[in-house]
């Protein structure tokens, strides 16, 4: 067993990718290819992203580590650490607000007019 050694923590990243799956009462999970389920946490603004219903049954990957062989932490919002594969492409998720044309990385209202952000899946990570 490798867990609990600080130095492979440290440097440990992983990925777990499958079908984004939204239950009430539970938290988001991946279906993964080979059937198993894994549930995923990580800071607010992630956590807004899994909670996302129009990223429901999504092909969804996600860097950062398992806490636990069921558990997986996706790493902070700033290190860009989820995406959605789409059209044979690797997305990255990120929310846009038209009108002021301001990009954020979780749903929500923008921040200056106040109106509900879209989703916006890129192929690149452009400010
Ligand atoms: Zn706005």
Redesign the pocket.
Known sequence: MLLGIPLLAETGKETVRGTLVQQAGRKPSLRTKDGKTVFLDGDEPTRGVLNDPRLAGSDFEALGHFESPGNFRIDPIHLRAMFVYKDGKKLFITYW????A?RTYTPGK??????E?ALDLREHDLP
């Open positions: 607000c038209e009108v002021c301001i923008c921040w200056c007019c106040q109106e952000t």
